[in-house]
């Protein structure tokens, strides 16, 4: 049984950084592409990040581009986000999730497991 645990959320004022994390269990998580999802109150959930199967490949969306980078460690099973320059705008649930595939995609109906989210609050 796939399971994948995000952690590292929390409360951060404007122009703050924070790390999240996503720990994999119970599927070989080198031989899939990952990304990050996040769904603010009200709101659809969106694409942030992604990654593909070994790290060689990334897409983000326009809003976090510059901002925010997506990385992986295929030893520790671990996903991560580093999101610098937090905006109020950010704030969200994020979510990780694992694709069906080696590849990095955008379209949330690619993945097939998800994490339970971690909130990410950014005020003053």
């Known amino acids: 049984q796939v399971q994948l645990v995000e952690s590292g959320g929390g409360s951060v004022q404007p122009g703050g950084s924070l790390r999240l994390s996503c720990a994999a269990s119970?599927?070989?998580?080198?031989?899939?592409?990952m990304g990050w999802f996040r769904q603010a109150p009200g709101k659809e959930r969106e694409f942030v990040a992604t990654?593909?199967?070994?790290?060689?490949?990334?897409d983000y969306a326009d809003t976090v581009k510059d901002r925010f980078t997506i990385s992986r460690d295929n030893v520790k099973n671990i996903l991560y986000l580093q999101m610098n320059s937090l905006k109020a705008e950010d704030t969200a649930v994020y979510y990780c999730?694992?694709?069906?595939?080696?590849?990095?995609?955008?379209?949330?109906?690619?993945?097939?497991?998800w994490g339970q989210g971690t909130q990410v609050t950014v005020s003053t």
């Open positions: 999730a694992r694709t069906t595939g080696i590849r990095y995609d955008r379209r949330p109906g690619r993945y097939d497991y």
């Open positions: 119970g599927g070989t998580f080198g031989n899939y592409g």
């Open positions: 990654i593909n199967w070994n790290g060689s490949q990334k």
